[in-house]
């Protein structure tokens, strides 16, 4: 099976027995907060993580902006966030700072309700350890009452920690400030943004607040509940905020348990942006779980990318001509490039990386929901091939979805490994809507796919199966019913159904 960060949520919500570690404690010299996460949410190995970050760097979204004070960064694992967190930190990455400020949320420590600062000199990951502002830290606890020195807040918490191998690989010579805020109490919040602004105005620093968006909803709810999120975020109005987030809440959106996982920080972001002299908020991108190649729409979590400045932002995007929802499908030699780039490339990305790249920036062509099938040969014999043929999903994302299965998740092949991928073969197929037949002779051969279904059993040939292997159609039908797990014969009795596909490889482009 392929192997899977799987976004944790809600991590661990117990009570420690022994109650918070240092709560109120003084600084700890030389302490510094080893990974919890590697391995989980980001690749525990600094070879494939720093190239992870550059894959998800150079696919990046740009904004047009002056110097950003503070981004909107989600916390989930790289395979389903990292590029959405990418796009939020490359609107920074051209512009130096001496100090980047995490705003984490609390996952782990049920009754912590204050502001929660590492007790410690630095935090590690597989790229190395950043230092902490140990004197900004101290600052803020005399200055601001709601902060307090905690290590456990800290222990186990990944928002802050999915944030730091960005912060390193753009940033090496900055320090941090991490803290986690407890509970998303509107006034304690602004009391503490407003502190944190009053305290760095001076410095040449930048604030992530580490925030997911909607949790769970089915896909096309996170979408419509997300936007109206974002909007409020970026409009800087706290009050439009809490109604927006309340409003939704209080709907009965099947699932919804969230908005904002990470409201405490997105409130402290704003507050602190305000007295910074920020206007206005721009969404860099959002997609959320069900984008990823591994996602399921069923049940979501929302991302969002978000840049706050003092002049006003605009995005810089390639607009492409909407297609008429009525016009024919066809397929240019440009899309067929590109989707076969994309299968290569999410193969490439996930055996250099163990991270997936978004399905985004295609022709409204390749946006349109259809089945395909990914076949992989090496010199002429079949690699892997899995195909998707609902009518569900964007093409593009059936691209990306069908390269990773049947790469790496064909129980006839084990996982292609990377010798194997630089001689493979890729060809893809595009299929057309199944239709029932009343009798096999309706089959050409050649040109039509079939599907075989008896007693719950089903399989599937491509077109070009039966041409390949030089099958008759009861041949073709005999070894269907096979590939089925069904009995010779069980064809004759069966529902038949025959597609067609639009065919293409490598070898035509190169």
């Known amino acids: 099976m392929i192997k899977k960060y799987f976004y944790m949520v809600m991590i661990m919500m117990t009570l420690s027995m022994t109650g918070f570690v240092q709560c109120n404690a003084q600084h700890s010299p030389g302490k510094?907060?080893?990974?919890?996460?590697?391995?989980?949410?980001y690749p525990a190995d600094s070879t494939k993580l720093s190239k992870s970050i550059e894959y998800f760097l150079n696919d990046a979204e740009s904004i047009k902006t002056d110097k950003p004070?503070?981004?909107?960064?989600?916390?989930?694992?790289?395979?389903?966030?990292?590029?959405?967190?990418?796009?939020?930190?490359?609107?920074a990455k051209n512009f130096?700072?001496?100090?980047?400020?995490?705003?984490?949320?609390?996952h782990t420590t049920a009754d912590f309700n204050k502001i929660g600062l590492y007790p410690g000199n630095g935090f590690q990951t597989p790229l190395g350890i950043?230092?902490?502002?140990?004197?900004?830290?101290?600052?803020?606890?005399?200055?601001?009452?709601?902060?307090?020195?905690?290590?456990?807040?800290?222990?186990?918490?990944?928002?802050?920690?999915?944030?730091?191998?960005?912060?390193?690989?753009?940033?090496?010579?900055?320090?941090?400030?991490?803290?986690?805020?407890?509970?998303?109490?509107?006034?304690?919040?602004?009391?503490?943004?407003?502190?944190?602004?009053?305290?760095?105005?001076?410095?040449?620093?930048?604030?992530?607040?580490?925030?997911?968006?909607?949790?769970?909803?089915?896909?096309?709810?996170a979408v419509t509940i997300d936007k109206n999120t974002l909007e409020a975020v970026g409009s800087l109005s706290l009050q439009k905020l809490k109604s927006v987030i309340?409003?939704?809440?209080?709907?009965?959106?099947?699932?919804?348990?969230?908005?904002?996982?990470?409201?405490?920080?997105?409130?402290?972001?704003?507050?602190?942006?305000?007295?910074?002299?920020?206007?206005k908020g721009m969404v860099a991108s959002y997609a959320n779980s069900g984008n990823s190649l591994i996602?399921?729409?069923?049940?979501?979590?929302?991302?969002?990318?978000?840049?706050?400045?003092?002049?006003?932002?605009?995005?810089?995007?390639?607009?492409?001509?909407?297609?008429?929802?009525?016009?024919?499908?066809?397929?240019?030699?440009?899309?067929?490039?590109?989707?076969?780039?994309f299968a290569r490339k999410t193969i490439k990305q996930y055996l250099e990386t163990e991270t997936l790249p978004l399905a985004r920036g295609f022709s409204p062509m390749l946006e349109k929901n259809l089945g395909a099938f990914v076949t992989l040969r090496i010199n002429d014999e079949l690699r892997g091939c899995i195909g998707y043929m609902r009518e569900d999903m964007p093409l593009c994302e059936v691209i990306g979805t069908m390269a990773i299965q049947s790469a790496f998740n064909?129980?006839?092949?084990?996982?292609?490994?990377?010798?194997?991928?630089?001689?493979?073969?890729?060809?893809i197929s595009v299929l057309t809507p199944t239709k029932p037949i009343s009798n096999y002779t309706e089959i050409v051969l050649g040109r039509d796919?079939?599907?075989?279904?008896?007693?719950?059993?089903?399989?599937?040939?491509?077109?070009?199966?039966?041409?390949?292997?030089?099958?008759?159609?009861?041949?073709?039908?005999?070894?269907?019913?096979?590939?089925a797990g069904l009995l010779p014969g069980d064809w004759q009795d069966a529902q038949l159904f025959t597609f067609q596909a639009e065919v293409f490889e490598e070898s035509q482009f190169n």
């Open 96 to 106: 130096n700072y001496d100090l980047v400020i995490i705003l984490g949320t609390n």
């Open 130 to 221: 950043s230092e902490i502002d140990t004197s900004l830290a101290q600052s803020l606890i005399e200055s601001c009452s709601d902060c307090v020195y905690n290590e456990e807040a800290h222990e186990k918490e990944h928002s802050v920690e999915v944030q730091l191998p960005f912060i390193q690989h753009l940033f090496p010579k900055a320090k941090i400030l991490p803290i986690v805020i407890g509970t998303p109490d509107y006034e304690m919040c602004i009391r503490f943004g407003k502190t944190l602004a009053s305290l760095i105005k001076d410095k040449n620093a930048l604030i992530v607040a580490s925030s997911d968006l909607s949790h769970y909803p089915f896909y096309q709810d």
């Open 32 to 41: 510094i907060r080893e990974p919890a996460f590697a391995g989980q949410f």
């Open 449 to 483: 796919g079939v599907v075989i279904k008896k007693n719950g059993r089903q399989a599937v040939f491509l077109p070009q199966v039966a041409t390949e292997m030089n099958w008759n159609r009861e041949e073709l039908l005999e070894n269907l019913c096979r590939k």
């Open 410 to 427: 064909d129980q006839r092949f084990y996982p292609l490994t990377w010798n194997e991928f630089q001689k493979v073969e890729i060809e």
């Open 69 to 91: 004070i503070a981004l909107i960064a989600p916390h989930a694992g790289y395979i389903y966030a990292g590029q959405i967190i990418a796009d939020a930190y490359n609107q």
């Open 295 to 341: 996602g399921n729409k069923q049940k979501v979590v929302g991302y969002g990318a978000v840049v706050f400045s003092k002049k006003t932002l605009w995005k810089v995007e390639n607009k492409l001509e909407t297609e008429p929802e009525d016009s024919k499908f066809e397929l240019s030699d440009s899309d067929k490039k590109a989707m076969l780039s």
């Open 246 to 279: 309340q409003n939704q809440m209080e709907e009965g959106i099947k699932s919804l348990a969230t908005c904002a996982c990470g409201e405490g920080p997105i409130v402290a972001v704003i507050a602190a942006v305000k007295e910074l002299g920020a206007e």
